[in-house]
C-alpha cells in the first residue's frame, strides 16, 4: 500500500523550512509575500505539531507489556456499559472487501489533509475564527499525546474480541509486515483521528452560514465508523476524544469570558478616570473664571470711586 501520510521526519523538515521563510517573506514590504509568510507560519506549526504526534507514539512512560490488559479492561468496561459490540459492527462489512479497503485508506490517509483544508478555509475566508480553532486543535493534540504516554493497544491486538486487523488482511497496513507490538500501535487512547473529525465539524458548523454545513456531522461519524470496522480504536477511545475536545473547549470559553470581564473594567475604570480628570479640569477653569470675575468687579468698583 502506498502511505499517502508524511512521516515525522518529513513533516519536521518542511515544518523548519516555512519556519525559515515565515520572516524572510514577512519582512519585504510586500502584501502578498507578508500574507504568504503568515501562511507559511502557520503551516509551520501545524506540521511541527503533526510531527511531534507521529513521534511521540515510539514513546511511553510505562512499559508496552501492560498495553495489551489495558485494552482488555477498556473491553470488558465497554461490556458493563452495554455499549454495541466493535465486533458485531466489524462483521457486518467483512463481507464487502471494496468497502473495507476503501476504511483502511480512510483511516491511514484521509484524515490530515481534511484537517489542513479545513484550516486553510478558516485562513483565507474566515481568518476572525481562525485562531481559536488554531489554539484548539493545539492543545486538544497536547493533552491526547500526554495521555497516549500511557499505552493502550488497538482492539485488533486483543484475539479475545474476534477482531480482524483488516489493514493486514488487505495488505495495507500502515506498519508493514512488523510483527510484535511495534510502539506506534499503542497509542489508541484516545483516538486523535476522532478528536480532529469532531473539530473540523465545530469549525465548520459554527462558522459557515449555509443549512448545508450540518452535513459536516456526518465527517466525524464516518471516522468513528471507520477506525471501528478497521478495529483499530475502540468506542470507548472516541468517546474520551469527544470528551477532551469540550475539555478545550469550555476551557477556552472560560477564558475568554474572563478576558472580556477584564477588559470591560479595565475600559470602565479608564473611562472613569478620564471622566475624574474631565471634571477636574473643568472645576479648575471654573475657579479661575471666578477669580476674573472677581477681579473684573474690583477694577470697576475702583474705577466708578
Request: charged content about 15%.
Amino acid at each position: 500500500m502506498i502511505d499517502l501520510e508524511l512521516g515525522w521526519r518529513e513533516a519536521a523538515a518542511a515544518a523548519g523550512l516555512l519556519a525559515v521563510a515565515r520572516p524572510v517573506l514577512t519582512h519585504t514590504g510586500k502584501p502578498k509575500l507578508t500574507a504568504a509568510g503568515i501562511f507559511a507560519g502557520e503551516t509551520s506549526l501545524l506540521l511541527a505539531l503533526f510531527a511531534l504526534w507521529q513521534y511521540a507514539g515510539s514513546f511511553a512512560l510505562l512499559g508496552p507489556g501492560g498495553a495489551v490488559p489495558r485494552a482488555r479492561w477498556i473491553w470488558h468496561l465497554e461490556r458493563v456499559l452495554h455499549l454495541p459490540s466493535e465486533t458485531s459492527v466489524q462483521r457486518l462489512f467483512l463481507p464487502h472487501p471494496l468497502l473495507v479497503q476503501f476504511f483502511n485508506l480512510y483511516y491511514d490517509s484521509l484524515h490530515f489533509p481534511v484537517l489542513i483544508a479545513c484550516l486553510i478555509w478558516l485562513f483565507v475566508w474566515h481568518r476572525d475564527r481562525y485562531p481559536q480553532i488554531r489554539t484548539t486543535l493545539v492543545a486538544f493534540t497536547a493533552l491526547s499525546l500526554v495521555i497516549q504516554l500511557v499505552p493502550v493497544a488497538p482492539p485488533r491486538m486483543l484475539p479475545s474480541t474476534g477482531l480482524v486487523d483488516t489493514a493486514m488482511l488487505y495488505h495495507q497496513s500502515v506498519y508493514g509486515s512488523v510483527g510484535g507490538f511495534d510502539p506506534d500501535q499503542l497509542s489508541a487512547m484516545p483516538s486523535v483521528h476522532v478528536g480532529w473529525a469532531l473539530l473540523v465539524a465545530y469549525a465548520v458548523i459554527t462558522t459557515a452560514r449555509s443549512r448545508w454545513r450540518w452535513l459536516a456531522v456526518g465527517y466525524p461519524i464516518l471516522t468513528t465508523l471507520a477506525v471501528i470496522v478497521t478495529a483499530n480504536h475502540f468506542w470507548a477511545d472516541g468517546i474520551v476524544a469527544g470528551l477532551l475536545l469540550c475539555l478545550v473547549l469550555l476551557v477556552q470559553s472560560r477564558v475568554r469570558r474572563l478576558i472580556e470581564a477584564r477588559g470591560w473594567r479595565l475600559s470602565l475604570l479608564v473611562r472613569n478616570r478620564d471622566a475624574q480628570a474631565g471634571g477636574e479640569h473643568r472645576g479648575g477653569l471654573g475657579e479661575l473664571g471666578g477669580a476674573d470675575d472677581g477681579t473684573a468687579q474690583a477694577v470697576s468698583v475702583d474705577h466708578d470711586a
